[in-house]
């Protein structure tokens, strides 16, 4: 459990923290659509240039943010990352809401999709088709699982690459933040 500021305080906390190299604030979470009113509010106060990053489950919320937000990061996450198929469908149909729900906004954003060794190529294909559907204009990270000795052999890493480039702007990029010990 976090602690609650109120909007004054929080931005009190993040002039405390403010360097002159400062380009925006990165807004992530837990889940900080969970908070979207809270985030449109402050933001609205103090208007600073802000990053979200998110899950994008909830497409209403995030629709909320559009006038308060520079740019979104959002996941994809995949059905290995699930208990169930079923718990998956509806966790990507929503994330496919909010991407139409950027789109509509002119949003800015890029998407991300942690990937393993043994992520299924048809899946991979299935994304991109329902993301083609709704844009082909939106940069695509592959963030390939750490440790990196998972993957003695890249084959599966650069199939997903270049399933991804026939349509879109691709970069791999690994999880830093696991490289560097950091939660």
């Known amino acids: 459990m976090g602690k609650e500021y109120s909007y004054d305080q929080?931005?009190?906390?993040?002039?405390?923290?403010m360097t002159p190299d400062f380009d925006s604030l990165e807004i992530t979470g837990g889940e900080p659509l969970l908070h979207s009113d809270y985030i449109h509010d402050f933001l609205k106060k103090y208007p600073y240039k802000a990053m979200l990053e998110t899950n994008a489950t909830k497409p209403i919320e995030l629709d909320n943010l559009n006038d308060?937000?520079?740019?979104?990061?959002?996941?994809?996450?995949?059905?290995?990352?699930?208990?169930?198929?079923?718990?998956?469908?509806?966790?990507?149909?929503?994330?496919?809401?909010?991407?139409?729900?950027?789109q509509l906004n002119n949003q800015k954003y890029y998407i991300k999709i942690v990937v393993s060794p043994t992520t299924p190529i048809n899946v991979i294909n299935k994304i991109m088709k329902d993301i083609n559907d709704i844009s082909k204009e939106v940069e695509i990270i592959i963030q390939p699982v750490s440790p990196m000795e998972l993957w003695d052999k890249k084959d599966n890493l650069f199939k997903i690459s270049e399933i991804i480039g026939k349509n879109h702007s691709v970069s791999i990029i690994p999880q830093i933040h696991k490289y560097l010990n950091v939660e």
Do not use: A, G, T
């Open 10 to 17: 929080l931005n009190e906390e993040i002039q405390k923290l």
């Open 68 to 102: 308060v937000i520079d740019i979104v990061s959002m996941d994809i996450k995949l059905p290995e990352h699930f208990n169930s198929k079923d718990e998956w469908i509806e966790v990507y149909e929503n994330e496919l809401k909010s991407i139409e729900v950027m």
